[in-house]
């Protein structure tokens, strides 16, 4: 597999081209963060923080 290919999409009128390896990092720093908000949220909404 190719890490390095380009991938091309638009987000409104501008074009944007990110390495596929970038992106998979993006997501999965995204989905981390997430992660670590929706537990602190609980725990912080539970009274145990």
Known sequence: MN???PIRF???DVP???PL???IMLIAI???MMG???Y???RFG???L
Do not use: D, R
Request: no cysteine.
């Open 16 to 18: 944007w081209e990110i």
């Open 30 to 32: 995204t989905l981390v």
């Open 21 to 23: 390896h970038v992106l």
């Open 10 to 12: 638009k987000v409104g």
């Open 40 to 42: 602190f949220g609980f």
């Open 36 to 38: 670590f908000g929706a």
């Open 3 to 5: 890490w390095k290919k």
């Open 46 to 48: 539970s009274g145990t």
